[in-house]
Structures are given as structure tokens and as C-alpha cells.
């Protein structure tokens, strides 16, 4: 299937644009503000990065002695023959820009040397919030039937994608709902599958850590409950987007989990028993942090994942990278879009960017742009999107 051309980070995409000019400068000063104690020489690298991608300065290489410099490099020279001149963080495609700029900003933060995450205090906030624990509370309810039980599980875990830390426009829609936010929901057809067929692996490529993280995990735990079943959840390698889930913020999830309620510490148990039987693995790689999209997986995941008997693709930034980032027809295909990846496929994604595909026919885009101008980008409607094999 062809795509159409990716978005760029010129004005030709007004989000995109602002995400550069506005949102990305805001978050540095963000984490300026919540880690007051950084040293001197990093608090000056970090404001002067903020200045140069709020400016729209050319795009730098990492410093050669970067272990990613030549991964980043070729991704630099891509942009470059794309439009045969250099790349800049105002003019330039908005998936690379924009994964790019966080790894800025880790290499401004000296994280490669400290180990410290820029955004922890972010995260630890909401960990220590009650709200996240409510909604741990609702997903660990008992239910009728495992059927059941994944249907309110997954409908959960998409709308925990909505507290997205580097996006407070998606953060003030909580997790409450309307009958019209969720503009597709396959989950009938995606429970009967995994019901009908013997228990497999599930792969689950993670997004956001606190509360979607935690609802990822109660819903793999609903995954476990079947003989033979097995999953891995996959991680980024280093923080990024702010609230993106690291292998610390998963062992700190279940710490925390012990010590909320009998409910909590059970399932955290659980877990980590089948963490202990090798049932359940958390695999953090580098590509998850870079700016190549899913049709260019590296031959490990791309194995790990066509194996699957279901991949589980969870927010914004992960869908942008499974369907392209482009401007698209929202009723192209939705199983077109993803045909690279052989394995079943869902989406559980809040919409907080303009890429979209398999939008019903008898949704109009006209009627949506008409009631909510933003409603492809202020995370209120959603998507349970699903590919079968």
C-alpha cells in the first residue's frame, strides 16, 4: 500500500509545527523547572537546546562519541537526500524531529553518564496520585467470564493513554467517556479470536508508564490467566516523550502495586511469578526509541513479533510508527496499512496526532471536523483497531 508523504515540521502541519515551536520547548523548560539541582553546564546545554529547536536552527549531529551517533547519523543523511539540503527542527519529518529532540535531550541531561531520568519527577507524581490507583482498582473488579474481563480490560487500558505526560490537552479528558469517543472498537472480534485459538504469545509494545502502564499490566495479566499462555511486553531503551515506559518504570510499578492493596500486591505477585516461569518478559531494545517506523524492524523483533499470535500496539506514537506518519484518507484499510506485519495486530490508541486509517464509512471526517476541530489531536476520541492474520 502506498503511503502518502510523512509530515513535516514546517507550518505545512500545524500541530506538527507547534509540537516543535511550542509544546517541545515547554517540556525542556518543564524539566529545567523539576530538576532545579542539575549542575550548571547541564542546565545550560538544556536551555540551549530549548532555544534552538524553538528557533528552528539546523538539526546537529550527536557528538561522535555517542554508542547511537552512526544510527542517528544515517537517519540525519536520510532527511538530508530526502530534500537535498540540511535538515532543521522546524523543517524537517516530524517522527525523526520529534524522536530525535528527546534523544537531545537525554544527551544534554548527560543521561548516558548519569543514568538519571529527566522526567522522573513527572512520573513519580503520578505513581504517588490516587487517581492512577482508582483505575487499578476498576480493572482488577471481579467479572463473569475472561471474555468479559478483556472487554472492560482492554477499553481501560485505551483510555489510560489519554494520561499522556507530555500532552496536558489529552491529560484533562481523564478517563471518562462518551458514547462517541471511541470511533472504532474491534474488540469482539479480536477476544473471539484469542478464545477461539489455543493460548499463544502476546507481544505488547508498550507507550506511556503510571497509569497506562498499570493497565497494560492488569490486562496482561487477564492474558496469563489461559494454560500455555506467554507474553513480552516491549520497552524503550532510555526515557523519552516524556512519560514513555522504561524497565525501571516497570519494576517500580510493581514495587509500588505490593504496597497499595491486597488487590494490587496480588496481581504484582502474580506477575512476577510469571516474570520468575519465564511466561511473561520485559524487553527493552533501542529501536523503540529511534525514528525508524515498524516495516523497518530489525530482524530480532521483526521474528519475535510475526511469531506472536497477537501484537498489541498501544498509543499515539507507537501507531504513527506502525502505520506511517502521514497524512492519510481516514477509511483507508486499516489491515493495508499494517499488511508488512504478518502476525494479528491491535491498536489501542487515543488520538493526539493526525495520522489515521480504517475509519468507518459512515463516520465522516466533515461531521467530526465540524463538532471538534481538534479532534484529531486533543486525545478525546479513541481507536480498538484490529488486524487479523
Given at each position: 500500500?502506498?503511503?502518502?508523504?510523512?509530515?513535516?515540521?514546517?507550518?505545512?502541519?500545524?500541530?506538527?509545527?507547534?509540537?516543535?515551536?511550542?509544546?517541545?520547548?515547554?517540556?525542556?523548560?518543564?524539566?529545567?523547572?523539576?530538576?532545579?539541582?542539575?549542575?550548571?553546564?547541564?542546565?545550560?546545554?538544556?536551555?540551549?537546546?530549548?532555544?534552538?529547536?524553538?528557533?528552528?536552527?539546523?538539526?546537529?549531529?550527536?557528538?561522535?562519541?555517542?554508542?547511537?551517533?552512526?544510527?542517528?547519523?544515517?537517519?540525519?543523511?536520510?532527511?538530508?537526500?530526502?530534500?537535498?539540503?540540511?535538515?532543521?527542527?522546524?523543517?524537517?519529518?516530524?517522527?525523526?524531529?520529534?524522536?530525535?529532540?528527546?534523544?537531545?535531550?537525554?544527551?544534554?541531561?548527560?543521561?548516558?553518564?548519569?543514568?538519571?531520568?529527566?522526567?522522573?519527577?513527572?512520573?513519580?507524581?503520578?505513581?504517588?496520585?490516587?487517581?492512577?490507583?482508582?483505575?487499578?482498582?476498576?480493572?482488577?473488579?471481579?467479572?463473569?467470564?475472561?471474555?468479559?474481563?478483556?472487554?472492560?480490560?482492554?477499553?481501560?487500558?485505551?483510555?489510560?493513554?489519554?494520561?499522556?505526560?507530555?500532552?496536558?490537552?489529552?491529560?484533562?479528558?481523564?478517563?471518562?467517556?462518551s458514547a462517541d469517543d471511541l470511533l472504532v472498537d474491534d474488540r469482539g472480534a479480536v477476544i473471539a479470536q484469542l478464545l477461539d485459538e489455543p493460548a499463544g504469545e502476546i507481544a505488547l509494545v508498550a507507550d506511556n508508564a503510571g497509569s497506562e502502564l498499570a493497565l497494560d499490566l492488569a490486562l496482561v495479566d487477564l492474558l496469563l490467566r489461559r494454560a500455555g499462555a506467554r507474553a513480552h511486553i516491549c520497552l524503550k531503551a532510555a526515557p523519552t516523550f516524556v512519560s514513555d515506559a522504561t524497565i525501571h518504570d516497570v519494576w517500580l510499578m510493581?514495587?509500588?502495586?505490593?504496597?497499595?492493596?491486597l488487590e494490587s500486591a496480588a496481581l504484582a505477585n502474580r506477575l512476577r511469578a510469571a516474570w520468575s516461569a519465564e511466561r511473561l518478559r520485559f524487553l527493552p531494545h533501542p529501536f523503540w526509541n529511534s525514528s525508524l517506523f515498524m516495516w523497518e524492524l530489525p530482524a530480532s523483533l521483526h521474528d519475535a513479533l510475526n511469531k506472536a499470535q497477537l501484537v498489541i500496539i498501544k498509543g499515539d506514537a507507537n501507531y504513527r510508527r506502525a502505520v506511517g506518519d502521514c497524512l492519510w484518507d481516514a477509511h483507508s484499510p486499516f489491515a493495508e496499512a499494517l499488511g508488512y506485519l504478518d502476525a494479528p495486530a491491535l491498536c489501542l490508541r487515543t488520538l493526539k496526532s493526525d495520522p489515521l486509517v480504517g475509519l468507518p464509512g459512515q463516520i465522516k471526517t466533515q461531521t467530526l471536523d465540524a463538532s471538534d476541530p481538534e479532534w484529531r489531536v486533543n486525545g478525546k476520541r479513541g481507536l480498538i483497531q484490529f488486524k487479523a492474520r
Open positions: 500500500m502506498r503511503r502518502p508523504p510523512p509530515i513535516r515540521t514546517n507550518s505545512s502541519n500545524r500541530f506538527a509545527h507547534n509540537t516543535m515551536r511550542v509544546r517541545l520547548p515547554a517540556i525542556i523548560d518543564e524539566v529545567l523547572t523539576l530538576n532545579s539541582d542539575y549542575e550548571a553546564s547541564i542546565q545550560a546545554r538544556l536551555s540551549k537546546l530549548r532555544d534552538e529547536i524553538a528557533g528552528g536552527a539546523l538539526i546537529p549531529p550527536l557528538p561522535s562519541c555517542a554508542p547511537d551517533h552512526d544510527e542517528w547519523q544515517r537517519a540525519i543523511d536520510k532527511q538530508r537526500e530526502a530534500t537535498q539540503s540540511q535538515p532543521g527542527w522546524q523543517d524537517a519529518e516530524w517522527f525523526f524531529a520529534e524522536t530525535y529532540a528527546y534523544r537531545w535531550i537525554l544527551e544534554a541531561a548527560r543521561w548516558g553518564e548519569t543514568g538519571r531520568d529527566p522526567f522522573a519527577p513527572k512520573k513519580r507524581a503520578e505513581l504517588n496520585g490516587d487517581a492512577l490507583w482508582r483505575l487499578v482498582e476498576r480493572a482488577l473488579q471481579p467479572s463473569d467470564s475472561l471474555a468479559d474481563a478483556l472487554s472492560r480490560g482492554l477499553a481501560l487500558d485505551l483510555w489510560a493513554n489519554r494520561i499522556d505526560l507530555s500532552y496536558a490537552a489529552s491529560q484533562q479528558h481523564g478517563t471518562a467517556t510493581l514495587a509500588e502495586m505490593e504496597r497499595r492493596s
